[in-house]
């Protein structure tokens, strides 16, 4: 069983910064990818950014040069760092793991952008 734990969503006024983390436990084998991703009112879940085992990322273009996604592998932790906000990042995020041809979500948590 593997289960996501996430923390540090809240509320920020535009152009602050939030930090995300995400921690997985269970049955995690060593080569994964893990990410982030968010879903506002009314709209589809979207990717917003993911990293590989090599370190290898792939970000969302309306959140490029703002977030970074890091990971800890010993700690099978992964971080999102979100400078810049603005009001069109609120949204619900969920960590996501791919592990082993399996799909895993955290219970999300609330980033609000607003002043």
């Known amino acids: 069983q593997v289960q996501l734990v996430e923390s540090g969503g809240g509320l920020v006024q535009p152009g602050g910064s939030l930090r995300l983390s995400c921690a997985a436990s269970?049955?995690?084998?060593?080569?994964?990818?893990m990410g982030w991703y968010r879903q506002a009112p009314g709209k589809q879940r979207e990717l917003v950014a993911r990293i590989f085992n090599g370190d290898t990322t792939n970000y969302a273009d309306s959140v490029k040069g703002r977030f970074t996604i890091s990971r800890d592998n010993p700690k099978n932790t992964v971080y999102l760092q979100m400078n810049s906000l603005k009001p069109e990042d609120t949204a619900v995020y969920y960590c996501?793991?791919?592990?082993?041809?399996?799909?895993?979500w955290g219970q999300g948590t609330q980033v609000t952008v607003s002043s």
């Open positions: 996501n793991l791919q592990n082993l041809g399996r799909t895993y």
């Open positions: 269970g049955s995690i084998f060593s080569i994964n990818i």
